[in-house]
């Protein structure tokens, strides 16, 4: 049972990354998922979410810019990132989650880590 993020790499600023949150061993359909980064010496913060009825919320710094999306029949949620800012270099991760806020969680998933050079 795991959830595996991918999709990382480095990119220059104004350029775009979509991740991806595979899970294995148990089915993604029903949760709310979340994606989550950590930037060195900040605190983890919540990005996007998307509810099991496909409702999305999105923190005020990547709001017109990152769109989460899920596909149930590939058991897979995306993370769309575009027009990608210095600011936005972290280690980025997505979680299972049993509410719509993503505060409890199931399950982490492995991080992927997004370089974003000025």
Do not use: H
Request: glycine share 12%; hydrophobic share 35%; charged share 20%.
């Amino acid at each position: 049972v795991q959830l595996q993020a991918s999709g990382g790499g480095l990119v220059q600023a104004g350029g775009s990354l979509r991740l991806s949150c595979a899970a294995s061993g148990f089915t993604l359909d029903g949760y709310s998922i979340g994606w989550f980064r950590q930037a060195p010496k900040r605190e983890r913060q919540l990005v996007a979410t998307i509810t099991g009825g496909g409702l999305t919320d999105y923190a005020d710094s990547v709001k017109g810019r990152f769109t989460i999306s899920r596909d149930n029949a590939k058991n897979t949620v995306y993370l769309q990132m575009n027009s990608l800012k210095p600011e936005d270099m972290a280690v980025y991760t997505c979680a299972a989650t049993y509410d719509s806020q993503c505060r409890v969680v199931r399950r982490w998933g492995q991080g992927t880590q997004v370089t974003v050079s000025s």
